[in-house]
């Protein structure tokens, strides 16, 4: 899921996303600066996710509005979770959209290749 | 004879149906309603499908009001006139109602769904309400448009007084119609103001005309999509719920419990607006968080987040002006 994590990157409107694992960093591009919503980004959607699993519902997608910013996280296969940081101005809509069909098509390409 | 038109639009309330009563010199056609929905804490009716009203200009000037509904379930009318009756109007006036939590959230929605036909018109956003709520002002509304990269005119009317919506009129095409008399149209135009007398009214007379109160949670679920809600106080302890559903209320509460403690713990990173839970099969858990109340809903799981964040700021909005 690290292509995903590069494609997401690539987005204008991302200031930068992580992909974790069981409360474990895989890789990072959030900048220095805003390590600290990272670590919040983390906890938060580990837990929301966690609780949303032990009460068998499939919500996989979660955003969170803190100062200027929003953080976004999906549930991917394996458990892993993408954040990624963007505005708070930024349409919420195009973030989610735009991470959901990278998501689909770099699953379709690991189906065919 | 040229023929100009202008299109209204804003918010429930922001005075769009007010603003062209003023300046039509026919009856106005408006299509307005009982409300229905949350609406109902603010106004009595509303439009649900447009205004129309015409105004004389000059002997070869004519100008065409067009007002949108407010609510945001009638915008398949919005994108109806834009493609078709208002096409080819001279500019988009946003109505904004100053007394608003966030004026600045209404001008983002309006600008984004509006969009594409801003691309070809003009937009000038005229604030109402503002002998209500005078702040913010005008040089805030500038220096804030100005960081959201809006470069537009921004005039503070009261709807209801015709001379100042003519001034909103003479910014669109005053430059195109040299020959209007614009002071002699807002004498013609006096008869219809509708801003009130000044009349003292004794308090019992005030408390008795108080529409009966209606819960934040009623409202809420009168609203389109909405299918549960929960109100919290500032402590973020329930108030009133009727969430049906056992797991929505628990995820609900789960997410409750984060804000609050991200709420003490990481207060440095500034406040917390709103935290939202979607799944492609479940319906959407928002939690929307003022200082002083927080609201949580469950929604349609079709229903845009943009569109329950609008509806979630409208309901505690109204629910603070209740209090």
Request: aromatic residues 6%.
């Amino acid at each position: 899921m690290i292509e995903l994590l590069e494609a997401v990157d690539e987005l204008e409107f991302i200031e930068g996303c992580c992909l974790m694992q069981a409360d474990q960093v895989l890789s990072s591009t959030f900048p220095q600066a805003r390590r600290h919503h990272e670590t919040i980004a983390r906890k938060a959607f580990g837990y929301v996710f966690q609780n949303a699993a032990k009460l068998r519902s499939t919500h996989d997608e979660a955003h969170l509005e803190i100062g200027e910013k929003r953080v976004s996280g999906f549930l991917l296969e394996n458990k892993q979770i993408l954040i990624c940081l963007s505005s708070k101005r930024t349409n919420i809509v195009n973030v989610r959209n735009n991470v959901r069909e990278l998501y689909s098509g770099l699953q379709q390409q690991a189906q065919l290749a | 004879m040229a023929d100009y038109k202008m299109l209204f639009t804003g918010s429930v309330c922001s005075g769009k149906t007010t603003a062209i009563r003023s300046l039509s010199e026919i009856e106005t056609v408006d299509t307005d309603a009982k409300v229905s929905d949350s609406v109902i804490r603010r106004k009595q009716r509303t439009t649900i499908a447009m205004d129309y009203g015409v105004l004389e200009l000059s002997d070869t000037a004519k100008l065409h009001l067009y007002g949108t509904p407010g609510q945001e379930r009638f915008r398949f009318m919005w994108q109806l006139m834009m493609s078709d009756l208002v096409a080819d109007a001279e500019a988009l006036v946003l109505l904004v109602d100053n007394t608003r939590n966030d004026p600045f959230k209404d001008i983002r929605f309006y600008v984004e769904e509006f969009r594409d036909y801003l691309v070809k018109r003009r937009l000038v956003i005229a604030v109402t309400h503002s002998d209500v709520r005078p702040n913010p002002d005008y040089n805030y509304y500038m220096n804030e448009l100005k960081r959201m990269g809006l470069f537009t005119t921004v005039m503070f009317i009261d709807a209801r007084d015709p001379a100042a919506v003519l001034k909103v009129v003479k910014e669109v095409v005053g430059r195109r119609e040299k020959e209007v008399d614009w002071a002699g149209l807002a004498e013609k135009l006096a008869d219809n103001s509708t801003v009130p007398e000044a009349v003292a009214l004794p308090d019992e007379i005030v408390s008795s005309e108080a529409a009966k109160p209606i819960s934040l949670i009623d409202a809420a679920v009168n609203t389109r999509g909405i299918t549960g809600a929960m109100h919290l106080g500032a402590d973020r302890k329930v108030l009133s719920s009727n969430v049906a559903s056992m797991q929505s209320q628990a995820l609900l509460k789960a997410m409750v419990n984060l804000v609050s403690a991200l709420e003490q713990k990481a207060a440095f990173l500034g406040k917390i607006d709103s935290f939202m839970l979607c799944g492609e099969e479940q319906e959407t858990l928002s939690v929307f968080v003022e200082e002083e109340q927080a609201l949580g809903l469950c929604s349609d799981k079709g229903l845009s987040l943009t569109v329950v964040e609008q509806q979630a700021s409208d309901l505690l909005q109204w629910s603070r002006d209740n209090d």
